[in-house]
Structures are given as structure tokens and as C-alpha cells.
């Protein structure tokens, strides 16, 4: 049993190389933007960057904790299934909070490519590891590959917002500059 789980994990061994490098130098960058944007003192109480930024460092975050724990030399899968759900859950849940929190704030009105890209993308890719997570047990391989693709999403769904938030706040700056000037 363990040369078969030692097997399985270290055929994805290279795509969790990529996915977990590349997770950790996309939040090293979301750093660096968010630093900079704080440095440019644009009004706002903080609450759209709790629903549409913070969770961009979450979802990198997740996929650099999926990429850590399959690269792990793992004797069984139960203890890889247990880590992955508990991932999930804890995903899903936070992705509840996040629409929560898109609903309540008031410093932007998501349209539908928002609604898609923050919360429902996310929330897919949560609930696919949750749900993998079980199905590791049963059926290793399709699993290992729901894994591998809602992964892949994460870090997909990362750079979209980090973008799309990067590109709102310098249309939003540019507009407040142009009306100081007039």
C-alpha cells in the first residue's frame, strides 16, 4: 500500500513543484501591490480589500498548502484525505464570508464577472478539494486529478482579481486625480 500511495504522489511531484513556487511568488507580489497601493492614500474603509484582495492571498495560500502537503511523502492516503478536507471545508466556509462581505460593503457593486471570479470560482474550487478529499480514499487517481485542477483554479482565480483589483484602483485613482484637476 505505501509503494502505491509513494507512487501516485510523486507522478504529480513536478506539477506541485510549479503550482507551489508559483503560489509563493504571486503572494510575495499581491505584498508588493498592496503596499503600494496603501502608500497612495486613496479614501475607503478597508472592506473592499477584505472581500476582494485578502482572499486572492488565501486562495495562492491554499495552493501552496495543497502543493506542500501532496509533496509530502505521505505513507497512506487518510491522512492526506483528512488534511485536503478540512482544507476544503475550511475554503468553503470562508468563501461564505466572503459573500457575506461583498454584500454588505458599499465601497463597490460587484457585477456578474465579480460574482463569478471571487466567490463562485472559488467556492467550486473549495468544495472539488473537500469532496476529493473523500473521494482519495476510494479512488485515488480521479482525485489526485480533481486536486490537481482545482489548484490550478486557485492560482487562475488569484491572478485574474489580483489584476482586475489592480486595474480598478488605477482606474479609480486616475478618475479622482482628473477631478482635482477640473
Excluded at 507580489?29 to 486572492?56: C, H, K, M, Q, Y
Excluded at 487518510?78 to 468553503?92: F, M, R, T, Y
Excluded at 480514499?137 to 489526485?144: D, E
Amino acid at each position: 500500500m505505501q509503494e502505491a500511495v509513494a507512487s501516485l504522489l510523486s507522478s504529480w511531484h513536478s506539477f506541485y513543484s510549479i503550482i507551489g513556487s508559483s503560489a509563493a511568488a504571486l503572494t510575495g507580489l499581491v505584498f508588493v501591490v498592496i503596499t503600494l497601493i496603501a502608500r497612495a492614500e486613496t479614501p475607503g474603509s478597508g472592506d473592499g480589500i477584505a472581500t476582494f484582495g485578502t482572499p486572492n492571498v488565501a486562495h495562492f495560500g491554499a495552493a501552496l498548502f495543497i502543493a506542500a502537503l501532496l509533496s509530502a511523502p505521505w505513507p497512506t492516503f487518510w491522512n492526506v484525505s483528512l488534511l485536503l478536507g478540512l482544507c476544503g471545508l475550511a475554503g468553503v466556509i470562508y468563501i461564505i464570508i466572503v459573500i457575506r462581505r461583498a454584500r454588505q460593503q458599499n465601497e463597490y457593486e460587484p457585477v456578474l464577472e465579480d460574482w463569478l471570479w471571487h466567490m463562485i470560482f472559488p467556492l467550486v474550487s473549495y468544495a472539488a478539494i473537500f469532496i476529493a478529499a473523500i473521494v482519495l480514499l476510494i479512488n485515488p487517481a480521479l482525485a489526485l486529478f480533481v486536486v490537481g485542477a482545482a489548484t490550478l483554479l486557485f492560482l487562475f482565480i488569484g491572478i485574474h482579481n489580483s489584476w482586475d483589483s489592480v486595474t480598478y484602483f488605477i482606474l479609480v485613482r486616475s478618475q479622482q486625480q482628473n477631478q482635482s484637476q477640473n
